[in-house]
């Protein structure tokens, strides 16, 4: 009986047509960095994603061509970094202007006297809780765009941060997993978190406010950057729930496949924090995952949060907004 045509071995012209296929697809030009800068530094980490830049004094206000600069850096690199630098609050505040409407602080504890800044202080008593990799609050319509952080304190050791490029990811995968992906969507929403566990401790009323507060909401699985217009791979282990249409046994199969293909060292970066570090990210084009190694040791993360301007939510503190009418649970 003769073998089956998908059967036979490849030719060896074959198999090195699979080789050049497979390298072009994790390979794309990158960033002309002199046509595109002039007044900002960049050092990019590795191609197209992850870069340091110079040039950015925040001991004053941020002059128009830096905020253009630094808007398109963030497009081209997704995660940007500065060097060390005392910042204001005022600064910090500014700093997340550049890139969208700055939010009134959407999930962390904020400073009182500027309910832009979330402060995340973590020590013995409270223990870091974000070790796993995701894309923030994809569980609202309309999540963060991303958001600039400074590590104001430093543990002695560990407190790493990493992030992923959601658009390396997708570009790497191969066409016929591309084409399958691109018209799917995907159900994300906060029950499929911890954020369930934590709230259950505040009480029944709690759990069911979040629950008609905020229901799940479906993201295209393969989301076109606006800016860059890179295609981001949009679903992430701990909001996801469901690739909408599919058998739950496909979807789930499907999910952890692009999880795992997610965490594939090639699309990230491992970044160990300077006192006073800065970082900004993209919330579209990158997922992150905050170490926990350094418990219990202390590290504070002073964080802004820019938003998309069309979102009806943006600005609302999604913890008071739940912890309202929990009283009747107490
Ligand atoms: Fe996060």
């Known amino acids: 009986m003769p073998t089956p045509k998908t059967m036979r071995p490849l030719t060896a012209a074959q198999a090195r047509k699979g080789l050049e296929l497979r390298r072009k697809r994790i390979h794309y030009d990158p960033v002309n960095l002199a046509a595109r800068y002039e007044h900002l530094q960049v050092t990019p980490r590795m191609p197209n994603f992850a870069a340091w830049i110079d ?25 940007i970094f500065l060097r060390p630098q005392p910042m204001s609050v005022e600064r910090h505040v500014e700093l997340a202007s550049v890139f969208g409407k700055v939010s009134q602080g959407s999930f962390f504890e904020r400073s009182v006297e500027h309910p832009n800044v979330e402060m995340i202080v973590t020590n013995r008593e409270r223990p870091p809780g974000i070790d796993n990799w995701h894309t923030d609050i994809t569980w609202m319509q309309y999540p963060a765009l991303g958001t600039v952080i400074q590590i104001t304190e ?8 990493c ?29 499929a978190s911890g954020f369930r566990d934590f709230l259950g401790r505040y009480g029944e009323e709690a759990l069911l406010q979040a629950m008609r507060l ?29 690739i909408n249409g599919l058998d739950y046994r496909e979807s789930d199969g499907i999910l952890k496949l692009l999880t795992d293909w997610l965490q594939r060292p090639e699309f990230m970066v491992h970044h160990a924090w300077e006192k ?3 970082a900004i990210w993209d919330n579209r084009a990158t997922q992150h995952y905050a170490n926990a190694d350094y418990w219990p040791q202390k590290r504070i993360n002073r964080r802004v949060t820019f938003e998309d ?10 913890f008071d907004l739940v912890m309202k009418g929990r009283k009747t649970d107490n």
């Open 276 to 278: 006073d570090g800065i």
């Open 154 to 161: 430093t543990p002695p050791s560990g407190g790493n941060t």
């Open 309 to 318: 301007p069309r979102s009806p939510q943006a600005g609302i503190n999604v």
């Open 55 to 79: 040039g950015v004094d925040l001991s004053k206000p941020i002059p128009a061509r830096i905020r253009r600069e630094l808007r398109q850096a963030l497009w081209d690199f997704e995660v």
């Open 214 to 242: 905020f229901k799940p909401v479906s993201h295209p699985v393969v989301l076109r950057h606006p800016q860059s217009g890179r295609d981001c791979l949009y679903v992430n282990s701990v909001f996801t729930k469901r």
């Open 163 to 191: 992030w992923v490029s959601t658009s390396k990811a997708f570009d790497a995968l191969s066409e016929g997993m591309k084409q399958y992906l691109m018209p799917l969507s995907a159900t994300h929403t906060w029950e």
